[in-house]
């Protein structure tokens, strides 16, 4: 039954009443969620450095890396802005703007508070003491944490956790929004179709990239939202709102999505050699005298990378939706741990750099890579199996699972980075249940 809490109209309905199989979408964030480690893992080992972004250790750099990190950075963050904003309209239609409040502030803001409280300390010392047992800084640095420009001026922020705190700000918006609209009907008036949302979205995308290249070819650290950062991730979550809108059981993306394979790979490759190209221009100009984005191939370079974003978004959504009807347990564990493996292993990944650096100076980047990528992912995963899984800590966090036992088990969702799919289409459960729901 609908909550009687304020809401839009809900989305037309679609082909038959049978509820949508969304299961592809389980296995694709939970291995989003795996490539963002692998994401991080390349870091040390880039020929073209991400602008604004500090690391624990700097090593030898690998050309295929390199090319590896900057594909996964292209779509990775708009994927999951995306599935999110899909999702969380389907849980404003089913249970209104104050509902989806409660439920994503509890599976965000306590795993966000968590984050700023234990791992970004960590984070903090083990990239100082990393500088320390380089020789970069003195040790009396680990004291009092006060570091010159330029090793210190990318230093304090959220990291890898902004994306918890802008999540829930879209959310917050969504739910105000929802309000707004049904207090005051001609809001709701204009409601552009899906293929103008896709052009509209494409065009602001751009605008943004030209005018803040650094959003995607770069890192910008911070405690609160970065405006040009704020809305090119929002314009990628608000495409969400209008998938949910208009294909809310996504058959239209699944139907094109073999189609547009072919655009999203080559958008992606000329990005990615405009975008290396680009870090070059910028590794040999100072800051203060570097063009606009809008020249020629600044806007070029926004265009592909919002191009190659956005349709490797949707074919990802629509080939994981047509290839995989089913996941078997084991990717269930893996999607249950994702979020924790998301949160924690960040500061793993820093020592490992150092050690594998300090240890073993002569072995190859993709070797280096490789290790530092499994050690993250399998010490999370035991702590997440120690300290998570099936504990307090865990329940508070909501990140506790346990193996589908029979069908209906199968149907319940699981903490998935960083909200859970069948939100948009199972029943309300009840309070016990609820706490154990998707992250």
């Known amino acids: 039954m609908r909550s009687s809490e304020a809401s839009l109209p809900a989305s037309p309905s679609r082909g038959s009443t049978a509820k949508p199989n969304f299961a592809g979408l389980d296995a694709l964030r939970c291995f989003a969620a795996l490539g963002v480690v692998l994401l991080h893992s390349c870091v040390p080992y880039l020929r073209y450095p991400m602008p604004g972004l500090t690391w624990s250790v700097m090593d030898t750099p690998h050309t295929s890396i390199d090319f590896l990190f900057w594909s996964i950075e292209l779509f990775i963050m708009p994927l999951f802005l995306v599935l999110a904003g899909f999702f969380a309209w389907q849980t404003l239609q089913r249970r209104g703007a104050s509902s989806l409040i409660r439920g994503r502030a509890r599976r965000l803001l306590i795993p ?9 300390p960590l984070d903090l010392y083990c990239w100082v003491g990393s500088w320390v047992a380089e020789g970069i800084v003195s040790p009396v640095k680990l004291k009092s944490l006060k570091l010159a420009h330029p090793i210190g001026q990318n230093l304090w922020g959220l990291s890898h956790l902004w994306f918890l705190q802008y999540l829930f700000l879209y959310v917050a918006c969504l739910a105000t929004f ?12 204009y409601q552009p179709s899906l293929r103008t949302s896709i052009g509209l979205a494409l065009v602001a995308a751009t605008l943004t990239l030209c005018i803040e290249p650094q959003v995607v070819w770069g890192f910008q650290h911070s405690f609160l939202p970065v405006p040009a950062k704020w809305l090119y991730s929002g314009i990628f979550f608000t495409l ?16 094109y999505a073999p189609r547009l394979a072919g655009p999203a790979l080559v958008t992606c490759l000329i990005a990615l050699l405009l975008g290396r190209w680009q870090l070059e221009q910028w590794i040999s100009t100072p800051t203060e005298t570097r063009q606009a984005g809008f020249s020629m191939p600044g806007i070029f370079l926004a265009a592909t990378t919002a191009g190659s974003a956005l349709l490797t978004t949707l074919s990802l959504i629509g080939l994981s939706l047509k290839l995989i009807p089913a996941v078997p347990n084991s990717v269930r564990y ?11 292993h960040h500061p793993i990944l820093g020592l490992t750099h150092l050690d594998l650096k ?22 999370s995963l035991l702590t997440y199996e120690a300290f998570v899984r099936t504990t307090r800590f865990g329940q508070l966090l909501g990140f ?9 088990e199968m149907k319940q969702d699981q903490p998935i980075l960083p909200i859970s799919v069948s939100d948009s289409h199972q029943p309300i459960a009840q309070p016990a249940a609820d706490s154990r729901r998707a992250a």
């Open 112 to 120: 966000l508070l968590f984050g700023a409280l234990v791992i970004l």
């Open 178 to 189: 929802a309000v707004a609209a049904k207090r005051y009907p001609w809001i709701k008036e």
């Open 240 to 255: 969400g709102l209008m998938l949910a809108i208009h294909d809310p059981k996504l058959m239209g993306v699944k139907s």
């Open 334 to 344: 893996l999607a249950a741990a994702s979020f924790w493996i998301y949160i924690v």
């Open 358 to 379: 300090l240890l073993f100076p002569q072995v190859s980047p993709v070797v280096k890579m490789t290790l530092s990528f499994a050690t993250a992912c399998c010490l």
């Open 400 to 408: 506790q699972w346990k193996p589908a036992s029979n069908d209906h």
